[in-house]
């Protein structure tokens, strides 16, 4: 079956750097668009970054731009997010989500999530 499973959440000073995966299994992820999306307590869920399906266009959020940058590793049928320099606001579970042609909030597949804390 298709599985989206997220790891690499955990507490994190500001300032500080995590990197976030997300394994694939069930399906080729080079043949979908693939991304993230973070949801903090009292707000709606919000795409941080997404990687297009066909040409690769690299879609990311005003308030991460500069600061993460997403990457696929097809041999290990993987997409990692990389977040550096992270501040509080920063702070939700942060999702993965596939889709077999667009990247939007209504994507095919999702994960379960992993949480990230930033705190001192």
């Known amino acids: 079956q298709l599985q989206l499973v997220e790891s690499g959440g955990g507490l994190v000073q500001p300032g500080g750097s995590l990197r976030l995966s997300c394994a694939a299994s069930?399906?080729?992820?080079?043949?979908?668009?693939i991304g993230w999306f973070r949801q903090a307590p009292g707000k709606e869920r919000e795409a941080v970054s997404c990687i297009r399906r066909g040409d690769g266009y690299i879609y990311y959020a005003d308030s991460v731009l500069g600061r993460f940058t997403i990457s696929r590793d097809n041999a290990k049928n993987t997409v990692y997010l990389q977040m550096n320099n992270v501040k509080p606001e920063d702070t939700a579970v942060y999702f993965c989500?596939?889709?077999?042609?667009?990247?939007?909030?209504?994507?095919?597949?999702w994960g379960k999530g992993t949480l990230v804390t930033v705190s001192s």
């Open positions: 989500a596939a889709d077999e042609h667009l990247c939007s909030s209504a994507m095919d597949y």
């Open positions: 069930g399906f080729t992820l080079q043949g979908y668009a």
